[in-house]
């Protein structure tokens, strides 16, 4: 996917909040959500981000600012949910995209500035939804450093498990318990075993974790037993958000034996709102490189466009807001900072894998990457490799300690995209706050 005038870093909106250094939603960005003014019946609808602001596809698609495939486009965006729009593919993402970019960028004539004015909304004022009917959700095990600081907690002497680097490893997870960013959740009971304990015991959890991930929204899905071949993986990726996975320690490592993760996993999945295309993240794509001493991809995982630009340096971070960080009206505690570029396998690679075996995604099914975490222990992305399996706790900038999550902990993930010559890109926020068990 090459680059536009859409990626023009000069380029500005009217809409002065999208202008200022820094913003997450430029005019070059563009990401898709759910939302519906707060405190209202109103019924979701979709809408894209423009500086504090939300374009409302509703309202601009029974306004006569759009004609042809972004029309089409933005009166699917109209509905509750996406899915029927990520169903269209490239083309009719890019025309929407690019009718969107022509409305809000600085220079539009000034009827039709005044009547895409009357479509904003403040996001201050809106709640989201989770912006797809979730058919399936899926969650990978991509970062090399994850698995080997998780591994080395297992089974120090052989950290990497023996298909790490020949295979995406991955799970299928449970889509009825993602949530939007801002819903809390419940501490989730469970059975652990402690070390060396006769009998396991069933409580609140004691371990629990947060996972900084990316997630990946599947647009056009195919037929059962026709697999999506690495070279048109990407077709099918509507677009990216920010995940957390948060997973209860204990009790995933007495139960994951020897069929993975289950209730460990399943009692909450937060995401972002805003669902970042592949088109606004074209100026941020690196080359796959594999180790040389690695064992290379075996052809159905190699591709020429996946091996020149198949990685995408996305900055992300994991900041934590403990109940008494609120109370006190102290900033949040950055934990880590990372880029999923360190991945091990791309994007491409996840949707070609799941589907080899002959497996259909659909619409709007939901792809975690797995925790992402970088090279350098403050580049984890989890609780657990930070603190070594909770043997050194983190010490906090307001002198509380955590080992594990607390109840009233308040997890903060942000991903963002910059470079000198490009626009910035962001992702906003996945924030879910701990509650105490039931
Ligand atoms: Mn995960």
Request: net charge negative.
């Amino acid at each position: 996917m090459g680059l536009n005038h859409t990626h023009d870093p000069q380029a500005r909106s009217w809409v002065e909040s999208a202008n200022r250094p820094g913003a997450d939603f430029p005019v070059q960005n563009l990401p898709f959500a759910v939302f519906r003014r707060a405190r209202t019946q109103e019924a979701f609808r979709g809408g894209v981000a423009i500086g504090d602001e939300v374009l409302d596809l509703g309202a601009l698609a029974a306004s006569p600012l759009l004609s042809g495939e972004a029309l089409h486009g933005a009166r699917l965006c109209a509905l509750p949910t996406l899915n029927d729009f990520m169903a269209q593919g490239p083309s009719a993402w890019r025309a929407l995209r690019h009718a969107l970019f022509a409305l809000l960028e600085d220079g539009v004539d000034e009827p039709r500035r005044q009547a895409a004015r009357a479509c904003l909304l403040p996001q201050a004022g809106v709640e989201f939804a989770v912006p797809a009917r979730i058919g399936d959700y899926t969650d990978f095990y991509t970062s090399i450093h994850h698995a080997r600081n998780v591994g080395s907690l297992l089974q120090p002497d052989r950290p990497l498990t023996d298909n790490f680097q020949w295979i995406p490893i991955a799970y299928h997870g449970r889509a009825s318990s993602v949530v939007v960013s801002g819903t809390p959740f419940r501490r989730p009971m469970g059975q652990a075993m402690a070390a060396g304990a006769p009998a396991p015991v069933y409580g609140p959890c004691a371990r629990l974790d947060y996972e900084l991930e990316l997630g990946v929204f599947i647009g056009p899905g195919n037929p059962q037993g026709r697999p999506i071949a690495l070279a048109q993986a990407e077709e099918h990726v509507f677009g990216m958000c920010l995940l957390n996975d948060w997973s209860a320690r204990d009790i995933q490592f007495w139960e994951m034996a020897p069929l993975g993760p289950f209730l460990g996993k399943n009692f909450c999945t937060s995401i972002s709102p805003w669902i970042v295309t592949l088109e606004a993240l074209a100026p941020y794509r690196l080359p796959f490189e594999r180790p040389p001493l690695d064992p290379q991809p075996l052809a159905y995982l190699e591709e020429k466009s996946n091996r020149e630009q198949g990685v995408l340096d996305i900055q992300l971070s994991v900041c934590l807001e403990t109940q008494r960080a609120r109370v006190d009206k102290t900033p949040p505690a950055q934990l880590s900072h990372t880029s999923f570029r360190h991945q091990y396998w791309t994007v491409a690679q996840l949707v070609a894998q799941h589907t080899v075996g002959g497996c259909n995604l659909q619409p709007g099914d939901l792809i975690g990457t797995g925790t992402i975490s970088g090279p350098a222990r403050e580049e984890a992305g989890a609780i657990i490799e930070l603190t070594r399996g909770g043997r050194e706790p983190l010490a906090l900038p307001n002198a509380e300690q955590r080992a594990f999550l607390e109840d009233g902990d308040c997890v903060i993930l942000r991903g963002w995209c910059e470079k000198a010559g490009a626009a910035r890109i962001g992702f906003g926020e996945c924030r879910g706050e701990v509650l105490p068990a039931r």
